[in-house]
C-alpha cells in the first residue's frame, strides 16, 4: 500500500513537471518567434479606415536582408539595446498614440508614440529610399500597394 502511493504521488510530481516545462516552452515561443505573414491590424484602432497589411516578415529577413534592428528596437539612453533572441512586443505596446488624422502636428513628444507614423516611417520610409535608388523596386510606396482597396 505505502509503495503504491509514493508512486503514485511520483507519477502525478513527474506529470506536473512535465505540464510547467511544456508550458514555458510554449510561452519562450510565442515571444520569441514570428509568422512567416503577419497580418497587420493593430488593436489599437477599434475601427480601421484601410484594410489590413499583408507584412512578408519572413521574406523580409531572409530575401530583403532586412536587419531585426532595422524594425524592432528597445531603446535605453537613446541606444537600442534590442538583440536577436530577445522577445519581442507589438509596436503598439510602446507606439499606442492613436492619432491617424493631422498626427504630423502632435507635438514631437506624441509623434514618436503614435503608432500610424511609427509603420509609415518605417515601413513607407525604407521603400521610399529604395526607389530612389531602384525606381522598378518591387516595395510599395501607394497607399493600395500596402491596403488594398476596401470592397
Ligand atoms: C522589415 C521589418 C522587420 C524585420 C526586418 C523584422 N521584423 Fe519582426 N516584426 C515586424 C513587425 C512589423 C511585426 C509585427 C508587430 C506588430 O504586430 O505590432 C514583427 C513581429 C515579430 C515577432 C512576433 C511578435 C508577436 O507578437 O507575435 C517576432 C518574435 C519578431 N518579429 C522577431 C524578429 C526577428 C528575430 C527578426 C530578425 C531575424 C525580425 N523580427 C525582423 C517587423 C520586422
Ligand atoms: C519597447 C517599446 C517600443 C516598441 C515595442 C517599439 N518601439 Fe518604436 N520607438 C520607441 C521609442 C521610445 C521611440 C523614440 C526613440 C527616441 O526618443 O528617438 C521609438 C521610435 C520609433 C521610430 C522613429 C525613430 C527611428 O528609430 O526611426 C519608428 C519609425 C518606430 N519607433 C517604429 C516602430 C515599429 C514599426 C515597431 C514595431 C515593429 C516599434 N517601433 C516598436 C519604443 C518602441
Ligand atoms: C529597411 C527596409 C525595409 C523596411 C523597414 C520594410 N521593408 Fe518592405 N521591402 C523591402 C525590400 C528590400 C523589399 C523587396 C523589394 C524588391 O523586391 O524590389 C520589400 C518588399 C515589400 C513588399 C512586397 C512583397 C515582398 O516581400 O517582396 C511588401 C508588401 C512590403 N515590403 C511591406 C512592408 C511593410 C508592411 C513594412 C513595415 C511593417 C515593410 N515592408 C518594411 C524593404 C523594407
Ligand atoms: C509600405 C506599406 C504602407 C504604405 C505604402 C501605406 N501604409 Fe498605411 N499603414 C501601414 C501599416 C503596416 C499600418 C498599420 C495597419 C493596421 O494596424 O491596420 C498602416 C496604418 C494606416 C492607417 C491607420 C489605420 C487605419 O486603418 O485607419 C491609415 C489611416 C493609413 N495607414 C493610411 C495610409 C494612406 C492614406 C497611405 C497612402 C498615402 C498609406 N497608408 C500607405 C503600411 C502602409
Request: proline share 5%; glycine share 6%; hydrophobic share 35%.
Amino acid at each position: 500500500m505505502k509503495f503504491k502511493k509514493s508512486f503514485a504521488c511520483g507519477c502525478i510530481a513527474a506529470f506536473l513537471v512535465l505540464v510547467a516545462a511544456f508550458m514555458v516552452g510554449a510561452a519562450d515561443q510565442a515571444a520569441t518567434k514570428a509568422a512567416d505573414v503577419i497580418t497587420i491590424k493593430a488593436g489599437l484602432w477599434t475601427s480601421h479606415t484601410k484594410a489590413p497589411v499583408e507584412f512578408t516578415h519572413k521574406k523580409h529577413v531572409e530575401e530583403h536582408k532586412i536587419a531585426c534592428t532595422d524594425c524592432h528596437h528597445k531603446f535605453e539612453n537613446g541606444k537600442n539595446v534590442w538583440k536577436e533572441g530577445d522577445p519581442v512586443q507589438k509596436c503598439e505596446a510602446c507606439h499606442n498614440e492613436p492619432t491617424i488624422q493631422g498626427e504630423k502636428k502632435l507635438p514631437p513628444e506624441q509623434q514618436k508614440l503614435n503608432l500610424k507614423l511609427a509603420f509609415h516611417e518605417n515601413c513607407v520610409g525604407c521603400h521610399q529610399k529604395l526607389k530612389k535608388d531602384k525606381p522598378d523596386t518591387k516595395a510599395p510606396v501607394t497607399c493600395t500597394g500596402c491596403h488594398p482597396a476596401q470592397k
